[in-house]
């Protein structure tokens, strides 16, 4: 498998942008996580999904930000209007459904590394 | 809401030297979660802890979870340089929840 599969690597973009980030999960995991990452915030969920359905998006900063899963295989997170404080390190991971209580590990994207000036 | 707090925020040391990164979160945990994130690069799954007490070894690094399940830490042992990186644990409040809360990590450099 090719693990999970994010695009674009680098992003820059100009403030008031939109801008649509990509992510692929591994086939047949049915959890897929956006995260965030940050020097000063580390890591941070914004949204979740299940079964393609969205779980929780207490994460998400505010109305500029979206998600979708339209299908299994793909997931976007969308920013718009882009502002430089959404500069930051995104990515997406994916996780097996669980047997029981306990959830499995994630595997995670190579990330999109964002800038915007 | 659940807060993942590690300390500390970075360690040098030597190579050889041991190393030890520790984890505590505001709630119990149903289970415990373990990552290494090289440079540049992405979280990488080390391990998961469940049970109350629980000790795992992977080679060099021996994980613990904390008796209440409010607490973890990483010990490696003999540090080398391909140990460089940052350590995140990252924990889960169970309850139907399949979110992890992950602490702002332990970056370890090591000098040669």
């Known amino acids: 498998d090719a693990g999970v599969i994010q695009s674009p690597r680098h992003e820059v973009t100009e403030m008031g942008q939109e801008v649509t980030l990509r992510c692929k999960p591994i086939s047949g995991h049915d959890y897929l996580f956006w995260y965030r990452q940050t020097m000063m915030r580390g890591l941070e969920l914004l949204i979740y999904f299940n079964n393609n359905v969205p779980i929780d998006d207490s994460g998400m900063p505010e109305d500029r930000f979206s998600a979708k899963m339209p299908n299994a295989s793909f997931s976007t997170l969308k920013i718009q209007p882009s502002e430089p404080r959404d500069s930051a390190v995104y990515f997406c991971?994916?996780?097996?459904?669980?047997?029981?209580?306990?959830?499995?590990?994630?595997?995670f994207g190579s990330g999109t590394r964002l800038t915007v000036v | 809401g659940q807060q993942v707090m590690q300390i500390p925020q970075y360690q040098h040391v030597q190579e050889g030297e041991d190393f030890t990164t520790y984890c505590n979160s505001s709630?119990?945990?149903?289970?415990i979660q373990w990552y290494k994130q090289r440079p540049g690069g992405h979280p990488v799954f080390l391990i998961q802890l469940v049970k109350s007490g629980e000790v795992k070894k992977q080679k060099r690094l021996t994980f613990q979870f904390g008796e209440a399940k409010k607490n973890s830490s990483l010990h490696i042992t003999a540090t080398q340089t391909t140990d460089v990186g940052t350590y995140f644990c990252?924990?889960?409040?169970?309850?139907?929840?399949?979110?992890?809360?992950f602490g702002k990590g332990t970056k370890l450099s090591v000098i040669p």
């Open positions: 991971a994916s996780s097996p459904k669980t047997g029981g209580r306990v959830i499995y590990g994630y595997t």
């Open positions: 990252a924990g889960n409040s169970g309850a139907g929840s399949y979110q992890l809360t």
């Open positions: 709630t119990t945990l149903s289970n």
